[in-house]
Structure formats: structure tokens, C-alpha cells
């Protein structure tokens, strides 16, 4: 028999100290001869990202990049695609270093990275930086140079290898024409070809792309022609299959599906037509959906709500899925028969994994929790569909509160947490997180909620959000709370929401203009558009006119939607969570938000965490926002919690 205990009072295993110092961020990872190198990133060491080379059977080898380099470009300002290999020799690894943004290179085996960039600090802030390094002509590598010491502009360049660059700019050689952005240099096996893709103001690189296709040469920059996409068309991850055949993710169809030009004939060929997306938004440059295996296949991760692994036939078009038991696969690398692939799952999370192409048996090389919870702990996922008040469908994935043993009070339906990703033009993925089984241990459900405007389920669902930022994912987010409650899954009256940055701009719009939701929490939310629209960085400084519309002509619409200028319809208890640092949304705006709350008495806390940008990274400010957050709702939904109380004005 279970015990019955209220719902949010349950005694969970899942601490703070796990979801934090348990959570290790991976990124890329890549063979390199019988080891693999993973990216990895320290949260206890203030979210300083690193280099570490395993064995292919998972045992841990060395650090490649030690303290105080950290593996991080600022390109965009999201960064992306921070290193690569050099197999050269005994290998080099090639990275951007965050403080001071130059490009190192390193020996494998050795401690002292040497410079291959010149220093363009001013006033603590690099003036170029790097990003997304690839195979250049031999003697040097290819890479985004993005150059702010004016007007911003981005171009791929030529990087010498032999350190001339580290003191003289002008050894870098610029390669394309300049472009407000770019991503993607790829240059062909035979090095007489180079393509990248590139996109302007006021486009996003999910609205609007370029595939740019040059003849390479020794000197000059090149000049390139247009080979896909358009005013309509996202172009992204453009790849050699050969010296002739460039394959490319295209949403000129309505969803990402993989294409193939021949530069001989001028053909463009649509390899797979499906309604999946085969590629995501490009926040951080670099991203990779799929691998070429050889001429003739690709492997490739595709999918709505969740993905799956398939090889697609280049000759012919034909996809063959690898059954695999994961919700998301990103392929990273193979070698012979063995795929290295970033793999999510609902009982592992986040892990580097090994997967033979043959057998399809595959091994973890490292997982992002060292120490997974109990198995009792850890809740299913569902997905959740209904219909907002235009009939249109919404997507959610659903955590009921679980744990093995333990059940709710006789009659008593547990409060919901409603988590909103950022972006917005992003996605909730089904995966083991820590942070939501950290609720529904303790008896709290959670509803992740796939808004119009995220990502996943086509252009059409994507573009929902054109115009209508502010209103779409709210009226979205509230229709999945209608029907939770409507379904007696969610007690109405202890219903949390919660979002970091556009997430937060959720939160904020949700408690300002419906009344479903009894308390919020905004981490470093946008809360001011006008003030976002004039005091953010370029890549996402014209992002606006898409979600809202062009400023300053829809001035009064920028008022009218932020929630700042509304603070008087909040009613609910607020948190507010900010990094001192953050570029992305200045801790100004929440300080105004927290500034109208007491004004008007709401109550609500302010929490500022020095040393943190936008996203919390160090171990102690994770522990004591997650710890922060289950206070509050204790406080509000009344229940018993084991974390220290806050204080709420």
C-alpha cells in the first residue's frame, strides 16, 4: 500500500546539490584515433567548459584544456562549435578561449595553449571573436570571424596555423563577402569549393537563409552565387558529399528535409519528403542534425516531438530507420562501424554514446548525471495534445508527480508546475531532466508546454508566433492548463508557471493577462520590449520585428504587449531570478519588475546572482535558484518542503 502524504510535501532523494553538481553540460565529442574527446562542461567550476578524452569503453582519461582556459566562444553571443581537432601529428586541439575570446591551439598531451589570434580587448569586451573551426587548405583552418569594432559584421575567414595571426590581424584572410551573419564554411574534399549560408537583418536563421557556393582560390575574397534558399526558405548544416554533390536541410517544403545539389549539372534533388523536421533553429552555430557517412549515405536525426535515427540514401532517396531506444540522437562522428552520437533518454538523460551501425548495441562514453536518481524517483512522459480557442492544436509533454510508494491525499489533485521554454523559437524535448523529476519526486506535476512558435512541428506551427509574441503562447500555455485542470489531472488553485529568458516573457505576459495561474517565477525574463529592442545584442536585436513587428513604427503595439507597462494585473506571488552579468535581458528589466510589484504590494522576491550572464551556470547559484523555487511554491501552495525558507516582500 502507498503512503498518502500531500502532494509537494513527499520526502524526494533529489536534492539541489544533485540536479547541480550531478548535471555535467556535453557538447560535441569526436574520435580521435582508438580515444574519443567530449566536450564537457564544470559547473562547480563556474560553468568553465572543457576538453576530456575517454576511452571508447568509457574510462576516463585526461583533461585536454585546463583551468583558467574555458572552451566557449561568444559569437552571437550564444556561441557554438568552440573547437575542433587537428589529427595532425600527435594532434592539436583548436579552440576560442571565453575571456579574452583568441583562438589557442594546444598539443595533445601538453599544458601551455599558444595563441593563433591577436588579443581586441576593449574595456573587458573582445572585439572579434571565433566560432565553428573546420579543415581549411593545409597549413591552416576556416572559421566565422565575427568583427565588432564597428557596425557589426561576420565573414569566414582563413586562419593560419603557424601563429603569424597572433599578433597581425591581417594574416587572417577574409574569405566571404560581408554578411550581418554567417555559419556552416564547409570546403570541398578537393579544397576547390567553398559554401557557407548567411542571413540579414531582421531575418532569423529558421526564417530566412542563403547557401553561398564559391570557387576557391589563394587570394582575395571569393565571389560566391546563391544556390538555395530565400525570403520564405531556412537553409542550414550544408555538407560535401563528394567534390561535386553538397547535401543541405531545407524548409522550402513547410518542413526541414534533406536535399542534395550537384555542382555539375546545377540540380538541386529533394531527398526525403516527409512531414518531420530533419533539422532544429540555429541558436548556437555549429549545431549538427546529421553525419555523412560516405558518398552515398547520411545518417540523420529526425522527428517531431521526439527524433529518431535513420540512414537516408543519397543516390536514391530512400530512408531506413535504426531502431534505438532514445528520444533525441545527434551523430557526432564514425568511425568504421561505430557511431558516436549525443543520445537522450527518459532513464539515462544526456549521454556521449557509442552505437555500432551493424548490431545497433551501444554503450554510454559519459552521461551528463554521473549519479542517476533511483529509478523510483524518476516520473513517465506523456504527450499532451488539445486545442486553444482557435481549434488549433497545442503540444505539451506532461510529468505526472511520481514516485515509487508514495501517493497524494485521498481527494487532493497536486499542484502543477507549467514550465515555458526560451527562445521562443525553440523546443521542450522529452528527455530525463533532473530539474523536473526534482518536482514530481515531491508530489508536484509538471507540464512542459510546446507553444505556437516552437520548433519541431513544421514552418506553419513555427510561424504561428509571427506577429503575435505575448499572445499565441500564452493563450497556448492557458489552453493546456484548461484542459489539465479540465481532466482533473491539475488542482486549479495551485497551478506555478515558470520560464528563463523568452520563457520568462511568458510567465510575465501569462500572470498579466489571464488569471490561471496562482504564482510565477520569471528567470531572467524579458519584461520590456522597447528597452529589449534598444539594449540587446545584434544577433537578436531586430528579432522583435518578427515576434511583434518592426520598431519603431509598432512602437505602441511594443507597449501595449509588455508586461511592465500591465504590472497592476499581476495578483499572484512572483519570483524573479537574474544574472548580474547578463547581456541578453539586463538585470535593469527585472530590477523594474520587482521595483512595480512592491509599489503595488504584490508579493514577491528578487534574487541577483553575481557572476552570472544569461543562464545560470555555477554550481551554487543552480542549488540555490532550483532551492529558491520549491520555497516559494511551498509558501504559496502550502505545503511542507525541505529546503531553507525566502523571504517574500
Known sequence: MPMHLPFGSWPSSITAQDVAAGTKPLGGACFFKDRVIVQEGRPAEGGRITLVEYGTDGQHGKELVNAPYNVRSRVHEYGGSSWMLDESGAGKIIFSNFADQRVYTVGIGEHQPAPLTPASTVEGDPQLRFAEFTRGPEGSILAIMEDLRGEPVRHIVQIPLDGSAAQELSNIRILSEPARFVAAPRLSPNGQKLSWISWEH?????????????????????????????????????????????????????????????????????????????????????????????????????????????????????????????????????????????????????????????????????????????????????????????????????????????????????????????????????????????????????????????????????????????????????????????????????????????????????????????????????????????????????????????????????????????????????????????????PAQSQVVADALAERGIAHAYILFEGEQHGFRKSENIVRALESSLAFYSQIFDFEADVPAIELS
Not at 280 to 290: I, R
Not at 417 to 435: K, M
Not at 531 to 556: I, K, N
Open 202 to 586: 531582421p531575418n532569423m536563421p529558421w526564417d530566412s537563409t542563403y547557401l553561398h557556393l564559391a570557387g576557391f582560390s589563394e587570394t582575395g575574397v571569393l565571389e560566391s552565387e546563391v544556390i538555395a534558399g530565400g525570403a520564405e526558405e531556412s537553409v542550414m548544416q550544408p555538407e560535401w558529399l563528394d567534390d561535386d554533390r553538397l547535401a543541405f536541410i531545407s524548409d522550402a517544403s513547410g518542413w526541414w528535409n534533406p536535399y542534395v545539389y550537384q555542382n555539375g549539372s546545377s540540380r538541386t534533388t529533394r531527398l526525403v519528403d516527409r512531414p518531420a523536421e530533419f533539422a532544429g533553429p540555429l541558436w548556437q552555430v555549429g549545431t549538427s542534425w546529421y553525419l555523412v557517412e560516405n558518398q552515398h549515405t547520411l545518417l540523420c536525426s529526425y522527428g517531431t516531438g521526439t527524433t529518431s535515427l535513420a540512414r537516408v540514401h543519397s543516390d536514391t532517396g530512400g530512408l531506413d530507420d535504426l531502431e534505438l531506444p532514445f528520444t533525441r540522437v545527434r551523430p557526432f562522428a564514425v568511425n568504421d562501424d561505430w557511431l558516436l552520437a549525443g543520445t537522450s533518454s527518459m532513464t539515462h538523460g544526456e549521454e556521449i554514446t557509442l552505437i555500432n551501425l551493424e548490431s545497433l548495441e551501444h554503450h554510454a562514453v559519459t552521461r551528463s548525471m554521473e549519479n542517476l536518481p533511483e529509478a523510483g524517483m524518476l516520473p513517465s512522459v506523456e504527450e499532451f495534445q488539445c486545442k486553444n480557442l482557435a481549434g488549433q492544436s497545442v503540444h505539451a509533454l506532461l510529468y505526472r508527480p511520481a514516485q515509487d510508494g508514495m501517493a497524494g491525499m485521498d481527494g487532493e489533485l497536486p499542484p502543477f508546475v507549467t514550465f515555458v521554454h526560451g527562445g521562443p523559437t525553440s523546443q521542450a524535448s522529452a528527455t530525463l531532466s533532473a530539474a523536473v523529476a526534482y518536482y514530481t519526486s515531491r508530489g508536484i506535476g509538471v507540464v512542459d508546454v510546446n507553444y505556437g512558435g516552437s520548433t519541431g512541428y513544421g514552418r506553419e506551427y513555427r510561424n504561428r508566433l509571427r506577429g503575435a509574441w505575448g499572445v499565441v503562447d500564452v493563450s497556448d500555455t492557458v489552453a493546456v492548463i484548461h484542459a489539465l485542470v479540465g481532466q482533473k489531472i491539475a488542482d486549479p488553485a495551485r497551478i506555478g508557471i515558470e520560464g528563463g529568458s523568452a520563457g520568462g516573457w511568458t510567465v510575465l505576459c501569462a500572470l498579466t493577462f489571464s488569471d490561471v495561474f496562482t504564482a510565477g517565477i520569471s528567470r531572467y525574463g524579458v519584461s520590456d520590449l522597447v528597452g529589449l529592442v534598444q539594449d540587446t545584442h545584434d544577433f537578436e536585436s531586430q528579432y522583435m520585428f518578427s515576434l511583434v513587428g518592426p520598431y519603431p513604427q509598432a512602437a505602441d503595439l511594443y507597449e501595449k504587449r509588455a508586461p511592465i507597462n500591465h504590472v497592476s494585473k499581476i495578483s499572484c506571488p512572483v519570483l524573479l531570478l537574474q544574472g548580474d552579468e547578463d547581456k541578453v535581458v539586463p
